[in-house]
């Protein structure tokens, strides 16, 4: 029997959540299993797993699709784009392999005889895809027939313009920065990355310096990775970004947040709109723990030390799981998952999920 159920909110015109092409505007159960997992929330489909199958819901299917090629246990990372869908996936042994969406199929890339990885011995151990396509992948010298995870290294970061570079391009990155301990998270927003390191070190740096916010000022200058000094040593154990937002929660369950569109208005409950404050300290329910958190396409979603999941930001399709579509600048409990604990969020486009355990 399952032991967990995945429910989903928002954006379903290409039936990336349900069936039914109608937006949920509420939490609604979608499937269930003993393992699931988001790998990539894009505009029009969900890229996930349940239990050993890799899935794709969405692109007008009315039925998820099985993908092939690549077994859901051997996956680390999957990126993609709003409009090609999933493109690239990360393996847990440093192997990049391209997706087909006419077979619906994951296939090994083979790079240049001559490229960057390959001349230097070096083994991408994670990577990120900003929404302005620049690439950011962090490499060790790990070899490729042990999994990342059991033998750590201090991490470079390579920053690349485009995807297409990365794959077919022998020349070094224009930008690479070594970080003095092994990385364990990597997250883009729409032009700027955040690197996490197992010390719970923040770094970030951005493509495009004109839209400056990511959770820092200069110097160092913005585009190169450097630590979020206004923390003040403050330990993180996990980040999300999505839009031009990123979340860190720290290992005291304190959440920070940082980003927001140069010149917009309307800003996220606790969101710094100005250069005088760089990363602010959400004040969640008086002080309440908050344990998981999701980013999307400019809004946020929570799981609070109880259980219960939050959202906030922009609601337009229903993503905020309220019962209704607009903006909600602050925290408000979601519909739909009344009685239910909650383990886990994701946010990814007009979309957010939410893993229930002991369904």
């Avoid at 928002?10 to 499937?31: C, E, M, W, Y």
């Avoid at 969101?271 to 005088?276: H, Q, S, V, W, Y």
């Avoid at 300290?281 to 002080?287: I, Q, S, T």
Wanted: hydrophobic share 35%.
């Amino acid at each position: 029997m399952p032991t967990h159920s995945l429910y989903a909110t928002g954006f379903n015109a290409h039936n990336q959540l349900s069936p039914s092409t109608t937006d949920h505007l509420v939490f609604r159960k979608i499937l269930s299993g003993n393992k699931i997992r988001i790998h990539s929330a894009l505009w029009s489909c969900t890229v996930l797993s349940v239990d050993e199958s890799l899935l794709l819901l969405g692109n007008q299917s009315l039925l998820p699709i099985p993908i092939t090629g690549l077994p859901a246990s051997d996956i680390k990372t999957i990126v993609g784009s709003t409009t090609a869908g999933p493109l690239l996936a990360l393996t847990t042994t440093g192997k990049i392999y391209t997706f087909t969406l006419e077979t619906h199929s994951f296939t090994p890339h083979t790079f240049p005889p001559n490229h960057f990885l390959t001349q230097n011995s070096l083994t991408p151990t994670h990577l990120a895809l900003a929404g302005n396509d620049t690439l950011a992948i962090a490499t060790s010298p790990t070899p490729t027939n042990t999994p990342l995870s059991t033998n750590p290294q201090t991490s470079t970061l390579h920053t690349y313009p485009t995807l297409r570079l990365f794959l077919t391009s022998p020349s070094p990155p224009p930008q690479s920065h070594p970080l003095p301990d092994p990385l364990t998270s990597l997250s883009a927003s729409t032009t700027s990355f955040t690197a996490l390191t197992t010390p719970g070190t923040l770094y970030t740096w951005t493509t495009n310096p004109l839209h400056p916010h990511i959770g820092r000022t200069p110097p160092p200058p913005l585009t190169t990775p450097s630590p979020i000094t206004s923390l003040g040593g403050i330990p993180i154990r996990q980040i999300a970004a999505g839009g031009w937002i990123t979340a860190a929660l720290s290992t005291e369950h304190d959440l920070y947040i940082w980003g927001g569109r140069p010149g917009e208005e309307r800003s996220v409950d606790g969101l710094p709109t100005g250069a005088e404050e760089e990363v602010h300290l959400v004040d969640f329910e008086g002080g309440r723990e908050v344990r998981d958190v999701g980013v999307g396409d400019g809004h946020l979603v929570l799981v609070g030390e109880g259980g219960g999941v939050w959202c906030c930001g922009e609601g337009a399709e229903g993503q905020l799981g309220c019962g209704m579509r607009g903006w909600r600048g602050q925290w408000g409990e979601v519909r739909g998952l009344e009685g239910r604990r909650v383990s886990r969020v994701w946010g990814g486009g007009w979309g957010s999920w939410a893993l229930v355990e002991g369904e």
